[in-house]
């Protein structure tokens, strides 16, 4: 079945270091593929997405590049924030089908200033 | 505001006596869906709902039921809790495509003694 393998954390980073989480999938078709935010105490929000290879989503200074031929989708940010300190979870969606989200285990970062 | 709603919050409740966790939204969206969060595990698909009077399980169905009477109601009912079902619980809406986010509702807390 579809799966999500992102990296482990947590990750401890200094404001305005750079940041990459890795994610990888695997899945038959061409999912769309999401990175979501969970700050603390909240629920989960889209922070970018992308529908198809090649594809950059961005948001809030972040980007990830859907690509097909490594089955990844990093997410990068180039200089990080206090404010940035949450879990990220990349995420597949199948297309068609139970329209279900399959979820990486979640990277839990912190900044610090 | 578009958003999705559930209630309670928070719950503590003793093994065996039966609990409504409620979920609402306000956005037309087709489908719904129940996911659980897990430290380690990430989120996981309980049920979900294609449309009024269609739902389906998910990958961690037993021990949930749901009913979809209505479009903007999605109830998670457990009918006899056990302390294995002490999790994070998120209802989540689209408007059922494989190009769209899906939105999350705040979380229930869920703790079973």
């Known amino acids: 079945g579809d799966s999500v393998t992102q990296m482990e954390g947590p990750v401890t980073l200094s404001e305005e270091a750079f940041l990459t989480i890795n994610c990888t999938y695997t899945a038959t078709g061409y999912p769309s593929l999401f990175w979501y935010v969970q700050y603390p105490g909240e629920g989960l929000q889209l922070l970018l997405k992308?529908?198809?290879?090649?594809d950059k989503g961005s948001n809030k200074g972040f980007e990830a590049t859907y690509r097909k031929e490594t089955t990844s989708f990093h997410l990068e940010k180039g200089s990080v924030q206090v404010s940035d300190s949450a879990v990220y979870f990349c995420a597949l969606k199948d297309v068609g089908g139970s329209e279900k989200l399959v979820f990486g285990k979640g990277t839990k970062l912190t900044v610090n200033p | 505001e578009a958003q999705v709603t559930q209630n309670p919050r928070y719950l503590i409740t003793v093994t065996g006596k039966k609990l409504t966790v409620t979920c609402s939204q306000n956005?037309?969206?087709?489908?719904m869906s129940w996911y659980r969060q897990d430290p380690g595990l990430g989120l996981r698909q309980i049920y979900y709902?294609?449309?009024?009077?269609?739902?389906d399980k998910g990958d961690v169905p037993e021990g949930y039921k749901v009913s979809r009477k209505e479009k903007r109601n999605f109830p998670l009912i457990l009918e006899s809790p056990s302390p294995n079902q002490t999790s994070l619980y998120f209802c989540?809406?689209?408007?059922?495509?494989?190009?769209?986010?899906?939105?999350f509702g705040p979380g229930t807390r869920l703790t079973v003694t």
């Open positions: 709902s294609m449309n009024v009077e269609v739902t």
């Open positions: 989540a809406s689209t408007p059922g495509t494989s190009l769209y986010e899906q939105y």
């Open positions: 956005m037309n969206h087709e489908y």
């Open positions: 992308a529908t198809k290879a090649d």
